[in-house]
């Protein structure tokens, strides 16, 4: 298994303003993933975070809205850019240990 | 269209009782992986099969990959209020790049 920590557990924001989530992982992994559980749905995939190379974003998220750091094999940042209240949702980061395995994830709610 | 359908939506039960949550695609999957999340936290994984037939226990939960790798199930014992949450299940299909995907869960509730 893994210890995957995220901040901030939650936050309440402001429509327009911007948030970076940070994930942390206590071993060095490949790829980390950026999920996204709106209310009432199932986990989204929004993007694959690759160290050394650009994000992969999934079919109904791009860079400008979401970007994507990923500085180190242990570390991940996502950033929600320009909020309104449809970016409310849970946001997890994951890695691949015998399927997708989950941080406790950044409870979002943009006003 | 949901690739991935989980049933019951919704299931509120009393302590003691036995339950049994559906996962069911027409996809082919390379392997399929049952998480558990509560209020406030991120899914944690209970089981990955990957083998059609397969059976696999974990104490009073018992999941089961279908013949055909196209649907799970998961069978709780002696239902306690701790195995309140909602049940995710999801899954690698094949052919597809192995991309995952989730269904929308099952909420169960599990009155003392």
């Known amino acids: 298994s893994a210890v995957i920590s995220q901040k901030p557990s939650r936050d309440i924001c402001q429509r327009g303003t911007s948030l970076t989530i940070q994930c942390q992982v206590d071993?060095?992994?490949?790829?980390m993933f950026w999920y996204r559980q709106q209310p009432g749905q199932s986990l989204t995939l929004i993007a694959t975070?690759?160290?050394?190379?650009?994000?992969?974003?999934e079919s109904g998220f791009v860079i400008d809205k979401f970007p994507i750091s990923r500085p180190n094999l242990t570390f991940s940042t996502l950033t929600v850019s320009n909020m309104s209240p449809e970016d409310s949702s849970i946001y997890l980061c994951?890695?691949?240990?015998?399927?997708?395995?989950f941080g406790p994830g950044t409870r979002l709610t943009v006003l | 269209t949901q690739l991935l359908e989980q049933s019951p939506q919704f299931l509120s039960i009393q302590e003691g009782e036995n339950l049994t949550v559906y996962c069911n695609s027409s996809?082919?999957?390379?392997?399929l992986q049952w998480y558990r999340q509560e209020p406030g936290e991120g899914p944690v994984l209970l089981v990955t099969?990957?083998?059609?037939?397969e059976v696999k226990k974990l104490k009073r939960l018992t999941f089961q990959f279908g013949d055909a790798r196209k649907d799970s199930s998961l069978h709780i014992t002696a239902a306690q209020p701790g195995d309140t949450g909602l049940y995710l299940c999801?899954?690698?299909?094949?052919?597809?790049?192995?991309?995952?995907?989730f269904g929308k869960g099952t909420r169960l509730h599990i009155l003392p």
């Open positions: 994951s890695v691949e240990l015998g399927g997708p395995f």
């Open positions: 071993s060095q992994v490949t790829m």
């Open positions: 975070a690759n160290q050394g190379s650009e994000a992969t974003y």
């Open positions: 996809s082919v999957f390379s392997s």
């Open positions: 099969v990957v083998t059609g037939g």
């Open positions: 999801a899954g690698a299909r094949m052919n597809r790049d192995d991309k995952i995907i």
